[in-house]
C-alpha cells in the first residue's frame, strides 16, 4: 500500500469517527435533557453518564466514571439491588425497574427509581440504567408511615398489658421461623454439593424402590428428572429389580456401608459403588447410593502401558541417539543407541546421570536455561552444544528437546541428539541468516511465509502463527500445504478469492510482481479476523514461477473500527426503545416531533399509528382544561431559556385520563428564536392516585383506632394458637435437622473412603516400581497419587464449607491479637519458605467464634503468602473502627487481581491461578466470605496487578451469629 492510498484510507476513516461523533453528539443532547439520571455501566462499573446524574449524586462527571454502580447505592440496599440484577440476567424477573436508596457526596439519602434495559456499550453487552428521582414521593410513603405509628401508639397506650404479650410472640414465632428457614437453607446447600460432584449420588425407597433424589451428574447423564421413577427403570433401563440389587444386603448391615463393583450396561460404563441406609428427610428408611465412574481410569492405565511399549519400540529403531528426563534433569530413559554414543551402560544410567553431565562446562549455563525455557512449553527447535562422552572426549551435536507433557502437566523433556562433526560450520552459517532475517520481520511485527509452487508447500515464522494466535507446535509444524493453509487459517467463503490470488502471481510474466490483498482469517480459537497480505515472486530463468514469498499483517483492529460506526446508529436507537420514559424530539420551527415507542404507549396507540405534530397535540391529547397553562409553560421556557417542566392531563386512546410530566431542553439559532427542543415524558398517573389515596387515609386515621383495638385481641388468640402448632412442630424440625447432619457425614465419609483407597493403593505401586531404570511407572504414579491427594483435600473443604453455618455456638469474646499470632504460627513454614515479612498493628477484641475468625486470617494470609511477590515479599495486617463496626485489612505486595475478577473470585471452586506454583482448591476464599457474613460483616478487595492486594473485612460491634 503506498502513501497516498494510506492517506485516501485515513481520511474515510477521518470522516466515519465525524459521523459517529455527531451521532453520539445527537443523542449525547437527548440523554442530557431527560429528566431522569442517565448511567451506563459495564461490569458493574459507570462508563457514561449525563448532567443529571451529577446533579443528583453530587460528584462530577469524572468521579463518576470508572466508579462501580454499587458504590452510589445504600450500603443497605446493595445486596438486594444485585440479588434483583442477577435474577433479571438469568431470566428469573420481567420486572427491569426497581427502587432503591443512594448515597449522594454530601452523604444525603435519597430514593431513586431505576429503569434498566441491556445495550451495547463499544461492542460489549452494557446497563442502560435511568433513575428517577422519587423522594418525594417516599416522603409521603413515610407520612404514611409515621400517620400508622400515631395510630399503634394510642393503641399501645391503651393497651400496654396485651402489647408485651404480643411482641413476646412476635420473637417467639419469629425466632422459630428463622431456625425452620436456616434448616432450609442447610439442606439446599448440601443438596447444591451433591449437584457439584460428577459423580452418581441418590437415594431410593428401600420398599418401592422410587428414586428420592438424583444429583445433576444423573440427570445430565439420563438427559432427563429422574426423581420419582422406579431406580431399575430410570437408571438401568430395565423392567425389574436388578439382579445386583443391593437392597437386602444393606438391611442386613443396618446402617453400615457395602462396597461394591459393577457395570451398567445402559451407559457401558464401570463404577466403584458404596450403599448404606439412611432415614429421608420425610422418615423413609431409604438406601444413600454413590458410584464413582471408574471407566476413564482403567482405560487410561491400560493406555499407558501401551504408549510406554511404543515409545520404547519406536526409540530403538530410530538411528538417533533419544533421550529423557525428568524435570529436575535425572536421566530416566536412554536408547540403545544414546548409550553408545555417550560410552554408557545401564548401571550408569541406574546410578543416575544428569543430563548436564554430558554436556561441557562452557555450555552448561545455555543449556540450563533451555531446560528452563523448554520446560516452560516454548518452541526452540533445537540447539547445539558440545558434548562429553564418558571417557571425556568431546564432539558438537544438535540437541532438538521438547518437553513430555503427562496429565497437561511438564513432566520433563526427549531429545534427539545429532552428531554435527561435518556440517557444524555451513548449518552455523545458515543459522545466522536465518536469525537476521527473523529479527526484521519481528521488529515490523509482521508474519513472513514462503510458498515452494512445484512441491506446493508453505513455510511459515513464528510470529505468522502468532498472529493467528497459536503455534507451530499447536499446528504440526512450520510448513504445510496450500490446501491445509486454505481449511485451517482461511474463512471458507473468502478461499476462492485467496486462491485466485495465488494463481495471479504464479502466472504473471512480469517478474517485478507486487501485490496486496485483504481477507477475512480464521484465528486459532475460532474467532475471525482480518489480515493485509503482501505478495512477491521468484521466477527461474525459463521465467517461471517458482516461489512466492511475503509478509502478513493482522487489520482486524481496524476492521472493527469500521464495523462501529455502523452499529452506532442502531445502539443508540436500541437505547431508545429499551427505556419506557417516552423521549420527544421538538423541530419547532416546522412542528413536526419525533416520539420515542415509550410516548405511543403512554397513550394506547400503536407505533408510528400517525405522524405527531405539535397542533396535533394540542388539539387532540392535551386535556382541554391543562392547555393554557401548557402553551404559558412552553412560551415562558423559550423566551427565559431555562429548563421546561411541566405536569398535564392527556385523553388517551380509550378515553380515559392519564398524568404526564414533560421535562426538557431547547437550543436557539442566532437570532434567538428556538429552533429545537428535546426532551423526556413519563407518566406519573400512578404517583398523583396515591398523593390522592394518602389524603383518604390520613382521614380514615381515627376510625380505624377503635377497629384496630378489637383486631389485635383476634390477633393474639390466633397468634398463641400459631405457637401450640410450633410447639408441635419443633420435635419434627430436629429430627429433620439431625438427618439432614447424617446425610452430610455420609456423603463427606463415603466419598474420602474411596479416594483414600485409591490414594494407598498407587502409593503401593508407588513404591513396589521405585527405583526400576527404564520404568516410567514412577512418574506416572506420583502424579496420579497428587491428584488423589488434590481430590481428598477438595472434599474435606467442601465439607468444612457446607459446615460454617451449622455451628450453634454463641459468641463470646475473641482476643484477635491472639488470633493473629495463632495464624502466623500455624504458618509458620510457609512463611520462612517464601521468606515473607509479616507485620500488623494492635488488633481489638470483639464478640465472635474464635475457631472461624482463626480459620479467616489464616486463609487471607496463607493466600498473601502464596502469591506474594518474588522481592522483598511483605504482609501488614490493621484493623480500623468506623462507626459501629471494626474494618480489618490484610495488605500484600503479591501478584495482584484483574478487577474483573474482583466479584468471582469468592465465589466457590474459582481459581485464578491453576498451576503448580500455587496450590489450592478454590474453596478457601468462599469459606473466608461466608464467615464474615455470618458474623454480620461483608468482605472486598482492592488490588493492582503486579503491585498487590489488599482484602478488606468488617466485623460489627455486639453481632449475633447468623446461621
Known sequence: MNEYEIQRELNALHRKIAELEESEKIYRMMFEAADQAVMVTQEGTIR??????????????????????????????????????????????????????????????????????????????AGLNLLADITEQKQLEENLQKAHDELEKRIEERTTALREVNEKLCLEIAERTRIEESLRLEREQLLAIFDSIDEVISVIDLQTYEILYANRFVRDRRGKEVVGGVCYKELHGLNEPCDHCTTHIVRMLEGKPYRWDYHNPTTKRNYLATDRIIKWTDGRAAKFHMGIDVTERK??????????????????????????????????????????????????LSRGINVLDVITPG??????????????????????????????????????????ISNNITAGLTSVVIDLTERKRAEQALRT???????????????????????????????????????????????????????????????FMVADAIQEAIQTYDPSFSRQYEHRMLYANGEIGYIAVRVFIVKDNAGRTIKTYGVVQDITERKRVEEALRQSEQRFSLAIEGTRVGIVDWNVPTGKMFWSPGIFAQLGYELDEF?????????????????????????????????AEAECRVITKDGSIKWLRLHGHSSWDDQGRPMRTVGTVEDITERKKAQDEI??????????????????????????????????????????????EQFAYIASHDLQEPMRSVANALQMLEKEYEGRPTDHSDLLIYF????????????????????????????????????????????????????????????????GDSTQLLQVFQNLIGNAVKFGSEDSPHIHVSAEKRDHEWVFSIRDNGIGIEREYFDRIFEIFQQLNRTDSFTGTGVGLAVVKKIVERHGGRIWLESEPGVGSTFYFTIPDGIRPSL
Open 363 to 404: 555450555d552448561r549455563a545455555k543449556a540450563r536455561e533451555n531446560i528452563a525455557r523448554i520446560l516452560n512449553q516454548e518452541n526452540l527447535g533445537g540447539t547445539e552444544y558440545t558434548c562429553i562422552r564418558k571417557d571425556l572426549t568431546e564432539f558438537p551435536a544438535f540437541i532438538h528437546s521438547c518437553a513430555t
Open 48 to 125: 457514561w453518564t449525563n448532567s443529571k446524574a451529577t446533579h443528583m449524586s453530587g460528584y462530577s462527571e469524572q468521579e463518576l466514571l470508572s466508579m462501580p454502580f454499587r458504590f452510589i447505592i445504600h450500603p443497605d440496599d446493595r445486596d438486594r439491588v444485585e440479588h434483583c440484577h442477577m435474577q433479571r440476567m438469568k431470566g428469573e424477573l420481567d420486572k427491569k425497574s426497581c427502587q432503591f436508596r443512594i448515597l449522594t457526596k454530601a452523604g444525603i439519602v435519597k430514593w431513586v427509581q431505576n429503569n434498566t434495559s441491556t445495550i451495547s456499550w463499544k461492542e460489549r453487552p
Open 611 to 643: 405522524e405527531p405534530t405539535f397542533s396535533l397535540v394540542i388539539e387532540k391529547f392535551i386535556h382541554p382544561d391543562d392547555i393554557s397553562d401548557i402553551l404559558r409553560k412552553i412560551l415562558a421556557h423559550h423566551n427565559d431559556r431555562n429548563t
Open 433 to 495: 541468516s536465518e536469525a537476521q532475517l527473523s529479527n526484521a520481520v519481528l521488529m515490523a511485527h509482521l508474519g513472513h511465509w514462503e510458498y515452494d509452487v512445484m512441491k506446493d508447500l508453505f513455510t511459515f515464522n513464528d510470529h505468522f502463527y502468532k498472529i493467528f494466535r497459536t503455534t507451530a507446535e499447536q499446528v504440526g509444524g512450520y510448513t504445510m500445504s496450500s490446501g491445509d493453509y486454505a481449511q485451517q487459517f482461511v474463512l471458507a467463503d473468502d478461499r
Open 695 to 740: 389524603r383518604e387515609l390520613n382521614r380514615e386515621l381515627e376510625r380505624r383506632v377503635q377497629e384496630r383495638t378489637a383486631e389485635l385481641m383476634q390477633e393474639i388468640e390466633e397468634r398463641k394458637r400459631v405457637e401450640r402448632a410450633l410447639l408441635a412442630s419443633e420435635s419434627d424440625l430436629i429430627r429433620s435437622n439431625k438427618d439432614l
Open 299 to 348: 482405560n487410561a492405565e491400560k493406555a499407558l502401558r501401551e504408549s510406554e511399549r511404543r515409545f520404547r519400540e519406536l526409540a530403538e529403531l530410530l538411528p538417533e541417539p533419544v533421550v529423557q528426563c525428568d524435570v529436575g534433569g535425572t536421566v530416566t530413559f536412554a536408547s540403545h543407541r544414546a548409550l553408545e554414543v555417550f560410552g554408557c551402560t545401564r548401571e550408569d
Open 784 to 847: 496420579a497419587v497428587e491428584q488423589a491427594k488434590k481430590m481428598q483435600a477438595l472434599i474435606r473443604d467442601l465439607l468444612e464449607y457446607s459446615r460454617i453455618g451449622t455451628r450453634r455456638d454463641s459468641f463470646k469474646k475473641v482476643d484477635l491479637q491472639e488470633v493473629q499470632n495463632q495464624s502466623v504460627r500455624n504458618l509458620e513454614k510457609l512463611i520462612e519458605e517464601k521468606g515473607t515479612k509479616v507485620t500488623w498493628d494492635e488488633l481489638p477484641t470483639i464478640l
